[in-house]
């Protein structure tokens, strides 16, 4: 089966501690994204990569890191500096194409307290 | 810069009305036009999409067409259903640019029996 893996679905971290977040996809996919998701914000976007080492900071960059060693990995590291990292994660990836549809994993929950 | 702008929710409505969630966007150019769908607790899935003026998506009964003289694509569905209660986004990618997608803030739906 195709598609993308996000794990753990959730994730607790004492404040002060830096956390990653796996993406993993088997579709064969060049550019892959990260997303947070907040009540009433919708996405906003963190980093994102369109090929293998490489990547571009989105709208909400500081804070987190990213890196792109394999086609199929992102992480996403969430660092002690990030000021309110609670939230849902949201790992995407896209279909090259004319139409560039994104799609989306099942999300992380993070809880950091 | 490119945006998205949603009717605020939440919506309410009961099984078998008829739903229409608003959305117009800013953008230079032409772009492609898209709404997901995100149940409680996963990731967004790609409901329908539109890639030029006039282009009717359409998927499990709701339906958009993308109005360039209103910068509009309107979500619709004739006759809703218990199972149709989740979030809906819309969302824009220009054509020419980077790969990234804007979102909505989202409107959530609930559906009563």
């Known amino acids: 089966d195709g598609g993308i893996t996000q794990s753990p679905k959730y994730l607790f971290r004492k404040e002060g501690q830096n956390v990653t977040l796996s993406c993993e996809q088997n579709?064969?996919?060049?550019?892959m994204y990260w997303y947070r998701q907040d009540p009433g914000q919708g996405l906003r976007l963190i980093y994102y990569s369109q090929i293998v080492n490489d990547f571009q900071k989105g709208d909400i960059a500081e804070g987190y890191s990213v890196s792109r060693e394999k086609k199929e990995s992102f992480p996403l590291t969430v660092t002690s500096a990030q000021k309110n990292p609670t939230a849902f994660y949201l790992c995407?990836?896209?279909?090259?194409?004319?139409?560039?549809?994104?799609?989306f994993g099942p999300g992380t929950r993070l809880t950091v307290t | 810069g490119d945006s998205v702008t949603q009717m605020e929710g939440p919506v309410t409505l009961s099984e078998e009305a008829f739903l229409t969630i608003n959305c117009t966007y800013t953008?230079?150019?032409?772009?492609?036009l898209f709404w997901y769908v995100q149940y409680p607790g996963e990731g967004l899935q790609l409901l329908l999409k539109a890639t030029k003026a006039d282009d009717k998506g359409s998927n499990k009964g709701f339906e958009a067409t993308y109005r360039k003289e209103t910068t509009s694509f309107h979500l619709e569905k004739g006759s809703v259903q218990v199972s149709d209660s989740a979030v809906y986004f819309c969302?824009?990618?220009?054509?020419?640019?980077?790969?990234?997608?804007?979102f909505g803030k989202g409107t959530k739906l609930t559906v009563n029996p």
């Open positions: 969302a824009l990618r220009f054509m020419g640019g980077s790969e990234k997608l804007v």
């Open positions: 579709l064969n996919h060049d550019a």
């Open positions: 995407a990836t896209t279909r090259s194409g004319f139409d560039y549809e994104q799609y």
């Open positions: 953008a230079t150019g032409y772009p492609s």
